[in-house]
């Protein structure tokens, strides 16, 4: 995965959600932590495992592929 800031190759890496599902919601249907989880947003750790992500040093941004 090449950074899409820089254009330099970003480090891979996972992201363990703790205990619970981690989701990507939009900032238009986000109505607080409580409600989240009737939200329909995008499952970021879809089999438990881990969410595959990528780092950019010199950007500080991950890159998560859903
Ligand atoms: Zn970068």
Do not use: N
Request: negative net charge.
């Amino acid at each position: 995965m090449v950074c899409p800031y820089c254009g330099k190759e970003m480090e891979k890496g996972i992201i363990h959600g703790d205990r619970y599902k981690l989701k990507w919601i939009s900032d238009k249907k986000d109505k607080g932590p409580l409600l989240q989880m009737f939200t329909k947003g995008i499952d970021l750790d879809k089999d438990g495992s881990g969410i595959e992500a990528y780092y950019c040093e010199i950007d500080e941004i991950v890159l998560i592929k859903t």
